[in-house]
């Protein structure tokens, strides 16, 4: 009976090198982090772009409002997978809303800087018309029979 004990306590100490520790493969959970970070700094160089551009046009200000509101629904769904909420093998929703955010940045910054040309002025000088009129009589016009080579 000791012999058998001691064997099930030495077992429990050793590790097994083939055992699978973690729900999601270290891999994936670094990709998740550096997508989150990515998306946090592009979301807060995009809101920093818009208080910049901000006193050319007034609309720059929603763009924040939407990119915060963005950053918020981005935080709660990392809240949830964090807690548990939202099962591990959920990663790829967060990658999605990720990169969502991430295009949302991007097209917001290219609206921001987008520049519109000013349509053409045309300075032509415009011709006098002479207003040559010929009053033609019936008489004289011809019938296409004769009019020809």
């Not at 012999?3 to 270290?26: H, K, R, V």
Request: proline content about 5%; glycine content about 4%.
């Amino acid at each position: 009976m000791a012999n058998t004990a001691e064997s099930g306590a030495s077992s429990a100490t050793t590790t097994d090198q083939y055992a699978i520790y973690f729900e999601l493969s270290p891999r994936l959970t670094w990709l998740v982090r550096i997508v989150n970070i990515c998306t946090f700094f592009m979301v807060m160089i995009s809101v920093i772009l818009c208080f910049v551009q901000g006193h050319k046009n007034s609309s720059y200000y929603l763009i924040v409002c939407n990119l915060a509101i963005s950053g918020f629904v981005c935080i709660v769904v990392n809240w949830w997978y964090k807690t548990g909420d939202l099962g591990s093998e959920k990663f790829w929703f967060i990658l999605l809303i990720c990169g969502v955010i991430l295009w949302q940045c991007i097209s917001s910054d290219i609206f921001i800087f987008k520049t519109e040309l000013p349509a053409p002025t045309i300075t032509t000088t415009p011709t006098p018309h002479t207003r040559n009129t010929t009053v033609f009589s019936w008489a004289t016009m011809k019938s296409p029979i004769t009019v020809g080579p």
